[in-house]
């Protein structure tokens, strides 16, 4: 009887072998559906199926054209935005930067300084916008949300002060064409590669560095980074600047593609930003979240809008409501999701019911 033994058990076995693998795959492909990016994939492909029911000319070369280039500042913007977020800081100020920027862009064209020494300057103003902030809040230990929010007026203020109420509209076409023109003859807008390219940095510094990794230990806790030996303020210090210095090359960005350069561009644009980054996402809390996600909802974001603005029915206030909505959910959303986890995992196992004796 034991070789009949040995062969069932083995015969048994043999099941258990060839099912592992599969039972690993559908593990991981359970683990992928629920990815937060899975949804905003699929959210996506549902926008675009409403957008092309609404107007044949969604799915168009120059719908993605126009789309893109209306939403390049905000995604140039939400690249940076994403670190200070992951940081477990906030930063409401980039709109505000932006402004000044292409302020002091257009002040420094009408005292006859070249565009080529001009943006520099800019970049270098911005640097110091977000170098501002982050000495309020690593030295002096203020909020983010608090010290921002003051420094929104303050540099939005500044820029009127620049310029007034004024705007400058006779930059040279050559640079002009680069902010509104398309890369080599596609329908791919000049200002997306640079957010493309921007977008690899930004992955790369988050995902693939020391710096990175420092960035998410500080978002989770603080106190245990420091304890570890993270340089906190320096990391938090670089954050902010980078924000400043990347708000800046949107305001450079937003004039020469509007060719206009004023001191009431960008308005709303932090919320649209941030916006971005929580339906991304990256947890308001800090510790978590991805570029690629970020992307994902930065595409969410226009295809949506480009729906709306599309449609003969539909009024364009409505882009406004959507994105409030996007943003309170992007919040809510997370956080429902990870008590009902917590839930779960905290109920006690159900035992087995004895059957009859």
């Known amino acids: ?21 599969a039972q690993r795959l559908a593990d991981r492909a359970r683990a992928a559906v629920g990815r937060w990016e899975a949804l905003l994939v699929a959210l996506i492909l549902a926008t675009f199926i409403f957008g092309q029911s609404v107007s044949s000319e969604f799915l168009s070369a120059d719908s993605f054209t ?47 300084l070249p565009l080529e020494f001009i943006m520099p300057i800019c970049l270098v103003a911005g640097a110091l916008c977000g170098a501002f902030n982050g000495w309020l809040v690593t030295g002096l230990g203020l909020p983010s949300l608090a010290v921002t929010i003051g420094t929104l007026a303050l540099f939005r203020g500044l820029a009127y002060v620049v310029i007034g109420d004024e705007s400058v509209t006779d930059f040279p076409a050559t640079w ?35 710096f990175g990794r420092s960035v998410y230990a500080i978002g989770a806790n603080e106190e245990a980074a420091h304890f570890a030996g993270l340089r906190v303020k320096r990391v938090k210090m670089t954050l902010f600047v980078l924000a400043g210095t990347v708000a800046a090359l949107a305001g450079i960005v937003i004039s020469l593609r509007n060719s206009t350069a004023a001191a009431n561009v960008g308005l709303g644009f ?12 990256v947890s308001i809390f800090g510790g978590r979240g991805t570029i690629v996600g970020v992307i994902l909802a930065l595409f969410l974001l226009g295809a949506i809008q480009k729906a709306i603005l599309l449609s003969e029915t539909i ?43």
């Open 176 to 210: 002009t064409d680069r902010g509104f023109g398309n890369f080599a003859g596609t329908f791919v807008p000049n200002t997306m590669v640079l957010f493309a390219i921007l977008a690899v940095a930004f992955g790369v510094l988050l995902h693939a560095t020391p």
């Open 66 to 112: 126009t789309g893109s280039l209306d939403l390049s500042e905000v995604a140039l913007m939400a690249l940076a935005l994403t670190l200070v977020i992951v940081a477990a800081e906030i930063d409401l100020s980039v709109a505000s930067v932006l402004a000044l920027s292409s302020a002091l862009m257009a002040a420094l064209w009408n005292q006859g």
């Open 315 to 357: 009024s364009s206030y409505w882009v406004q409501i959507v994105t409030g909505a996007l943003l309170v959910g992007s919040v809510l959303g997370p956080n429902l999701a990870a008590r009902v986890t917590e839930a779960r995992r905290r109920r006690p196992p159900q035992r087995p019911k004895e059957g009859p004796r």
């Open 1 to 21: 009887m034991q070789p009949d033994t040995a062969a069932s058990a083995s015969t048994a076995a043999t099941p258990g072998t060839t099912d592992a693998p």
């Open 270 to 281: 932090e919320l649209t930003a941030i916006t971005a980054v929580l339906l991304g996402g």
